[in-house]
């Protein structure tokens, strides 16, 4: 089982999740997150001064079996991709175990595919 994080920008968040759900990523959880990224300069948009070094995204964050992980990636490149600073990062990590609370269910077979 992995882990998958990515940050991506708020702008392309539903096209991120309508990609994934035809990458068979059935469940994740996404929350706001506010970032500092490279791009560290003052800007006026409408006559206001305003600072870019703090940045609000969304993160989403998938657990799924390994055999799903890289087309769980490759959905969120093709969907999330501007080409410019500040797409956003994916981080993939081992998960050692999972439980559900409901049934006591441990390991791969609490995760449920639909195939």
């Avoid at 990609?19 to 990523?25: G, M, N, Q, R, T």
């Avoid at 469940?27 to 970032?35: G, I, M, N, R």
């Avoid at 300069?41 to 998938?62: K, L, N």
């Amino acid at each position: 089982m992995k882990k998958i994080e990515a940050i991506v920008r708020k702008t392309h968040f539903e096209e991120v999740k309508q990609a994934l759900f035809e990458a068979d990523i059935n469940w994740f959880s996404y929350s706001e997150v506010k970032a500092i990224g490279q791009d560290r300069e003052d800007r006026i948009y409408r006559g206001v001064m305003y600072s870019t070094d703090c940045i609000s995204r969304i993160e989403i964050t998938i657990i799924c079996r390994d055999q799903f992980v890289q087309g769980a990636v490759d959905a969120i490149i093709a969907a999330a991709r501007t080409g410019e600073v500040g797409d956003g990062r994916i981080f993939v990590s081992p998960v050692d175990d999972t439980w559900s609370i409901r049934t006591g269910e441990h390991g791969d077979a609490v995760l449920r595919d639909r195939k």
